[in-house]
């Protein structure tokens, strides 16, 4: 296998374990999301409000984390780009959310940006999560209480 064709494997693979992780999430089979990531692995949130951890490290940690996401919000990803990186194990993307936060009924529509590392087998290794924490609280706010940009949100660990 020449270089150009290792790079062009390993790129296919990163952007799959993206998409897969897009296409679990929105299904809420969090048992299966789960393994698309490395044992030691990390999801970051920079811009995490209160309530929602920052970063979450290893699988164990990470379906904690996730195991009360299809109960919160039923959404489907869509408008996925890919931006080409240097490296193939590095992906970046840009999409969208469109669905419901269940507790509240209210429209979650949300825009993000994901970086994302993967390994020699294609595993997700680090995933950083480029999201917009307002839309969340806002989507999760009951429409007889008034937004806060101080108040957090439970749906994770």
Request: net charge negative.
């Amino acid at each position: 296998m020449t270089v150009t064709e290792d790079h062009a494997n390993r790129r296919a693979a990163a952007q799959h374990a993206l998409a897969e992780h897009l296409r679990l999430t929105a299904a809420g089979r969090v048992d299966e999301w789960v393994e698309l990531f490395a044992p030691d692995a990390v999801l970051e949130f920079p811009y995490a409000p209160a309530g929602v951890p920052q970063r979450v490290t290893g699988r164990d940690a990470l379906v904690a984390h996730m195991r009360n996401f299809p109960e919160t919000f039923d959404v489907e990803f869509v408008d996925l780009v890919f931006h080409d990186t240097v490296d193939p194990s590095l992906v970046i993307a840009e999409f969208r959310s469109k669905g419901t936060a269940l507790p509240t009924g209210k429209p979650y529509e949300q825009t993000c940006i994901s970086v994302v590392r993967t390994d020699d087998d294609g595993l997700i290794t680090h995933y950083l999560d480029y999201w917009n924490p307002l839309v969340a609280i806002e989507a999760l706010t009951p429409s007889d209480v008034r937004s806060d940009s101080e108040r957090g949100v439970t749906f994770g660990g």
